[in-house]
C-alpha cells in the first residue's frame, strides 16, 4: 500500500490533540493534576511535561532548531531521579508546565513551517541504523504520541471526576451515563468466574 505525504500546512489533528490535552487540566485542583494515578505514579501534570519533551526533542532537537528555553529534566545530566519527565516537582507549578507546552508546540509548529515536510532529521536517541528521517515522519511520530497521551489523559480525567472527552455531555447527563454503565456490567457479570 502506498504511504500518504503528510502535508505540514494540515495540523488539524496534531493540533486537536494538542486541545484535548490541555482540556484534561481544566477546573482541576493542583492536588487532582498531581496526584498518582497509576501503579507506575501517571499522574495529569506529569503527561503534559512528558510531551514537552517529545515537542522539544521531535520537532526541535532533531531538526536542528532546538527549543531555546531549558528542559532540567532532560538538559541536565545530573538529575537522577526516577521518570523525571512524568511528574511536576513542586518547583514546577502547573501553569509553569503547561505555558512550557505550550510554547514548546508554538516552537514545533514555527520550525515545520520554516523546513517543509522533506527536511532531513536525525534522531539521536534512535538506533544508529534509524536515526535518519525526516520532518513529515517526525510529525507522524509527534502526532501519534500526542493522540495517545491525549486519550491516556481523558481517562485519567474521568477517573478524577467523571468527565472525559469534549462529547460527554452532549451524548447524556449523569443519569445517562449511570444507566449505561449498569447496563455494560450486568453484561459483564454474565463472564465473571
Same mark, same amino acid.
Given at each position: 500500500m502506498p504511504s500518504t505525504p503528510i502535508h505540514l500546512d494540515d495540523r488539524g489533528y496534531l493540533l486537536e490533540a494538542r486541545h484535548q490535552v490541555l482540556r484534561a487540566l481544566d477546573g482541576l485542583t493542583e492536588y487532582q493534576v498531581r496526584h498518582p494515578m497509576t501503579p507506575t505514579g501517571t499522574n495529569l501534570l506529569g503527561v503534559v511535561k512528558h510531551l514537552v519533551g517529545i515537542e522539544a526533542g521531535y520537532l526541535g532537537v532533531c531538526l536542528a532548531h532546538p527549543f531555546t528555553e531549558p528542559l532540567p529534566w532532560i538538559d541536565d545530566e545530573r538529575a537522577d531521579a526516577p521518570n523525571r519527565d512524568m511528574w511536576a516537582t513542586a518547583a514546577e507549578s502547573r501553569d509553569y508546565i503547561t505555558g512550557l507546552y505550550q510554547r514548546a508546540c508554538d516552537h514545533s509548529d514555527r520550525v515545520l513551517d520554516t523546513i517543509g515536510p522533506d527536511a532531513a532529521a536525525t534522531v539521536p536517541w534512535w538506533p544508529e541504523a534509524s536515526r535518519e528521517t525526516s =520532518? @513529515?515522519?517526525?510529525?507522524?511520530?509527534?502526532?501519534? +504520541?500526542?493522540?495517545?497521551?491525549?486519550?491516556?489523559?481523558?481517562?485519567?480525567?474521568?477517573?478524577?471526576?467523571?468527565? =472525559? @472527552?469534549?462529547?460527554?455531555?452532549?451524548?447524556?447527563? +449523569?443519569?445517562?451515563?449511570?444507566d449505561y454503565?449498569?447496563?455494560?456490567?450486568k453484561v459483564a457479570r454474565q463472564f465473571r468466574l
Open positions: =520532518a @513529515g515522519a517526525l510529525l507522524a511520530r509527534v502526532l501519534m +504520541d500526542t493522540a495517545m497521551h491525549a486519550g491516556q489523559l481523558q481517562v485519567l480525567r474521568e477517573l478524577v471526576d467523571g468527565q =472525559a @472527552g469534549s462529547d460527554r455531555d452532549s451524548i447524556g447527563d +449523569d443519569r445517562r451515563w449511570d454503565r449498569s447496563m455494560l456490567e
